[in-house]
């Protein structure tokens, strides 16, 4: 498998540079990914169906920006993003990646922190983008659990039980979370969030330096980054030590991690099936 003619023909130009391999190499359930060779050296290029993602590496780049120009963490660099025919298509610098140590994930706590810094006056964004392969919208709004409903959590339920994967029943109990969630939690200033940090999403360099790729980025409340890190693991202690001593989080924080994880759990629920239906009710329940 090798990128279209189209799109090499495009690198090409951009690069003043010639191709001389390409290699298909792991990039998500998502898009289509290459290694791609050429004369100066190696570049990373996503592509997928324009038609099925609208906008999807436009919003991706923007993210890839944001997270840049705090000044805090790394993120690869955007070397060129466009389309050739039906296709889309993002290219990136290369990172060589290892397995990454406690020190690495103890120095991205610490960056987590300072990015969480970076704040605005209302929950949300200027643009829409997505989360995996689905869309996440972020209207703005000046309450976080105004944002929370309304932004996430309804979109992700209601797409629930137009498939069943959740019933009416569930629905409900949704809504009495709803109406009760301004009491679970203390008003924070909006913090800029990578938005989908989970282990597959940062790299560790051969220097044990932390990169953080795929963000999903948005002004919310900065526990809701932390919460995903503790969904699949992959996250020393030394990272929540580094990031409480940068920024400590609010009192019973610990105790907000699945409220805040009913999102991605709602959004893998609606992407891969039934066997996250009791790991959503679970955390619902625990609320009511």
Known sequence: ??????????IEDHLADTITSSRFVSGGSINIAYELQTTRGKYFLKVNHKALYPGMFEAEAK???????????????????????????????WIDARRGSVQATQALGGQLAQIHRNTTSEFGLDHDNYIGSLPQTNSRHARWSDFFIQERLQPMVSRAVDKRMLEYADAGSFEKLYAKLPELFDEEAPALLHGDLWSGNYLTTPADEPYLIDPAVYYGNREVDVAMTTLFGGFSNEFYDSYNEAFPLAKGWEQRMDLWNLYPLLVHLNLFGAGYLGRVRDALNSYL
């Open 63 to 93: 993210g890839l920006v944001l997270l840049t120009q705090t000044n805090t963490v790394k993120v690869p660099v955007i070397v060129l993003q466009g389309s050739a025919g039906n296709e889309s298509f993002l290219l990136l610098e």
């Open 1 to 10: 498998m090798t990128p279209s003619k189209g799109i090499t023909s495009i």
